[in-house]
């Protein structure tokens, strides 16, 4: 997706859900109690014109439930209801989310007759256990077999995983994100597990047979992830939960929900990156970092953290940060001041 596109959501809670998971309730989630209709879609389309500038680029995305599980003449209605609006040139694209076992040929080809461009599919983990133990209902296999179906088919790969399941550990979390890399998908998004209000995982939680992922185990876990995925040249659109007023506001009881995910886990990542190159430096040195534009603050940490705990496991007299002029993810060694220099 260009990063001056657009994203109207339209979200279609638990329709097409065969099952509850664990750790699901997407009425909480999204914010939205009622499942979308096709004048619904007009409507959020037409809000979206009135706000945003004219030649932005517009996409609609289906968001909250298994697309392409709901009976067949619920996804007509609202596909016909974007198609219409594609055909005006109100938005450019349709996107979607659904299940690995709700994919087939028959499914893609009517997707395709809409204009559909991009399915995310809720991969979640990859291993067998993690995924019984979640309630998802299908098998890494699955994932695999509708990953291929939907590339074949010419429609831009969206996947979606999770950390912190029940059963899940940090190793399994690599693992995932190594096969699901193997999938060649355009981007993934990393959902660190948050423990939401009237769900299974709630009340597992509840009764001390769920271990809280927290903000920081998903920060320590996805600090291993992301560069799975820069590796392998695939970005991530997306790491932690979209902030909303329904979570905020109580409904995330627990686990990993932080608005600023990201920057924490990319910050993590940066700390790591700085700390190798540090090794052997000379306590009582003054030290300038140079990286990247833009990522001062990341380096700097939240509330100087990662700055603080360099100069103190190095016994560094003072560290100062500097910004190149090339959006780099290189960290260099702008200048050293021994203490004998001093």
């Given at each position: 997706?260009?990063?001056?596109?657009?994203?109207?959501?339209?979200?279609?809670?638990?329709?097409?859900?065969?099952?509850?998971?664990?750790?699901?309730?997407?009425?909480?989630?999204?914010?939205s109690?009622?499942?979308?209709?096709?004048?619904?879609?007009?409507?959020?389309?037409?809000?979206?014109?009135?706000?945003?500038?004219?030649?932005?680029?517009?996409?609609?995305?289906?968001?909250?439930?298994?697309?392409?599980?709901?009976?067949?003449?619920?996804?007509?209605?609202?596909?016909?209801a974007a198609k219409e609006e594609?055909?005006?040139?109100?938005?450019?694209?349709?996107?979607?989310?659904?299940?690995?076992?709700?994919?087939?040929?028959?499914?893609?080809?009517?997707?395709?007759?809409?204009?559909?461009?991009?399915?995310?599919?809720?991969?979640?983990?990859?291993?067998?256990?993690?995924?019984?133990?979640?309630?998802?209902?299908?098998?890494?296999?699955d994932v695999e077999t509708a990953s291929?179906?939907?590339?074949?088919?010419?429609?831009?790969?969206?996947?979606?995983?999770m950390t912190g399941l029940p059963g899940d550990t940090p190793e399994k979390s690599v693992e995932t994100a190594r096969r699901i890399a193997a999938l060649k998908p355009d981007g993934v998004r990393i959902d660190p597990t948050v423990i939401v209000r009237d769900t299974a995982l709630f009340d597992l939680w509840q009764a001390g047979r769920y271990k809280e992922h927290t903000v920081e185990d998903a920060v320590e876990t996805c600090a291993l992830l992301l560069p799975v995925f820069e590796h392998a040249g695939i970005p991530v659109i997306r790491l932690g939960l979209n902030p909303t007023d329904e979570l905020s506001g109580g409904a995330a009881a627990g686990g990993a929900y932080h608005p600023a995910l990201g920057e924490l886990v990319k910050s993590r990542i940066m700390y790591g990156r700085a700390r190798s190159l540090l090794a052997g430096t000379k306590p009582g040195s003054r030290i300038v970092l140079e990286v990247g534009?833009?990522?001062?603050?990341q380096m700097t940490g939240q509330r100087r953290r990662n700055i603080e705990a360099l100069c103190g496991e190095f016994g560094l007299r003072e560290m100062k940060i500097k910004e190149s002029d090339t959006n780099t993810q290189e960290i260099k060694i702008f200048s050293v001041e021994n203490p004998e220099d001093i």
């Open positions: 997706m260009s990063a001056r596109e657009s994203i109207i959501p339209v979200f279609v809670p638990h329709l097409g859900c065969p099952n509850d998971c664990v750790f699901c309730n997407q009425r909480r989630i999204s914010g109690q009622q499942p979308a209709t096709a004048e619904d879609v007009k409507k959020a389309i037409e809000k979206a014109a009135a706000l945003l500038p004219p030649g932005a680029k517009r996409q609609l995305a289906f968001y909250g439930g298994s697309f392409t599980a709901i009976p067949v003449p619920e996804q007509l209605s609202l596909l016909a594609m055909d005006r040139g109100r938005i450019q694209s349709i996107r979607l989310s659904t299940r690995p076992d709700a994919i087939d040929g028959t499914a893609l080809r009517r997707l395709r007759d809409y204009g559909v461009e991009t399915i995310e599919l809720g991969a979640q983990s990859m291993d067998e256990e993690v995924l019984l133990l979640s309630g998802r209902g299908h098998t890494a296999k291929r179906l939907i590339k074949d088919w010419g429609f831009r790969l969206i996947l979606q995983m534009k833009g990522k001062r603050s």
